[in-house]
């Protein structure tokens, strides 16, 4: 079967830096998405990696390791506005999308 | 700035009634997405449409059906509503150049069905 796992809460401090991981078991890979979606809104699309790496947007990195299926979110500076669910998604050999249940991050002060 | 939405943010119903819940999407997508979402459960993708008229069952159609009848519109009809179709209901929809590209989200639809 297809699975993707992620932690399914995390609680962080302001302005430290958390990591976010994702690792998955698919039938092929096309690219990995995050999206963060805060409570009662829509999800909003942060990355999509498909190469290894190291993808860097603002105080946002996603990274990606295909050969050992595994993806993590970086959120650098954290603010009391990041508090979210973080959902990982794969897209797989049919170019189906296969979602994680999200990981609630929470920020204290 | 891109939207999209849906018909209603809250909805309350009977068991067997029959509900429809629209969505409306601004950005001339081909593709068009109704997923519901529930607690430790990832996003869960009912019926999708990659064209007007056209439609295709994803992982979880029973007790569903949909309709695109202009491209601009994708409605998600429960013939029957049950209590186990308690949800939050979003829909989402998508450039048709690539399954590479992200998907937009409306607000979503939480259901109660009582």
């Known amino acids: 079967g297809q699975n993707i796992d992620q932690p399914t809460e995390m609680t962080a401090t302001e302005g430290a830096i958390v990591q976010i991981n994702c690792t998955y078991q698919t039938s092929g890979f096309n690219g990995l998405f995050w999206y963060q979606q805060h409570a009662g809104e829509a999800p909003t699309f942060l990355s999509y990696n498909v190469l290894d790496g190291l993808e860097e947007k603002g105080r946002f990195s996603s990274f990606l390791s295909r050969s050992k299926g595994y993806s993590y979110l970086l959120l650098k500076e954290l603010q009391m506005k990041d508090s979210a669910s973080y959902l990982c998604?794969?897209?797989?050999?049919?170019?189906?999308?296969?979602w994680g249940a999200g990981t609630k991050l929470i920020i204290k002060p | 700035d891109v939207k999209v939405t849906q018909s209603s943010r809250y909805l309350v119903k009977r068991t067997g009634e029959k509900v429809f819940l629209e969505c409306v999407q601004d950005m001339d997508h081909e593709n068009m997405f109704w997923y519901r979402q529930d607690p430790g459960l990832g996003l869960r993708l009912i019926y999708f449409s990659y064209d007007v008229k056209m439609k295709e069952k994803g992982d979880i159609p029973e007790g569903y059906s949909v309709s695109r009848e202009k491209k601009e519109r994708f409605s998600l009809i429960l013939e029957s509503a049950s209590t186990n179709q308690t949800s939050m209901y979003l829909c989402a929809s998508r450039p048709g150049t690539g399954v590479y590209n992200e998907q937009f989200f409306g607000p979503g639809t939480r259901l109660t069905v009582l």
């Open positions: 998604a794969v897209i797989d050999s049919n170019y189906q999308l296969i």
